[in-house]
């Protein structure tokens, strides 16, 4: 599996495109997505689908175009669906721009299969209540959004954030998998399961 990042839209959100062959999918797009269409299209890829970590507007804004161009389904936790009726989902918090209207479908936890792998849905709520992670075991990554970030963790005091859910989320979910899963988060830099194990402040109790 191959994985680039393209840092877009106001607050730098993390778009990572995913490819395998000739497939790709699209973890949240969080601004012009015009440089992930370009190098889709210099690649020749089809886009499978475009992943949604959750739906806070920084990581949308750029959903529906990119969605509509290659013709791929939108996809997210059916737990946060209200969040586009306030300014957290739609966009206007802090001075943000508004999200331009896209279409999207509820994924539920468990197992699917994306760009001919397994892929395993995890609900990690926390930063919102529903928050998705997208483990692919067989590349060894998981994609997390604003759950778990370097060396840190997705901010709580948003609509339905939950701070004591957000800590749960990441020691039973993302911490029981392999230390050398590769962790993509939605901002910063990637790190790995075992790393953020041994280092994370907020998780002190499972250093070695």
Known sequence: MDIRTFPLGPLETNCHVAV??????????GGDPAQVAQFL?????????????????????????????????????????FLLDTEVGAGGLMGLPLVPPFDWEPIAPGETTLL?????????????PGSLSYHFPEAGVVFVGDLLFYRSIGRTDFAGGDYDALIR????????????????????????????????????????
């Open 20 to 29: 395998v062959g000739t497939a790709a999918v699209a973890v949240d797009v």
């Open 41 to 81: 299209k210099e690649k020749g890829l089809a886009l499978e689908a475009v992943l949604l970590t959750h739906l806070h507007c920084d990581h949308l804004y750029g959903v529906g175009t990119l969605a509509r161009e290659f013709g791929a389904k939108a996809y997210g936790g059916a737990g946060d669906a």
């Open 116 to 128: 001919g792998q397994p892929c395993r849905v995890l609900a990690t709520p926390g930063h919102s």
């Open 169 to 208: 989320s990441v020691a039973t979910e993302i911490f029981a998998l392999p230390p050398a899963t590769l962790v993509y988060a939605g901002h910063g830099p990637a790190t790995t399961v075992g790393d953020e194990k041994r280092h994370n402040p907020f998780f002190s109790e499972f250093a070695r």
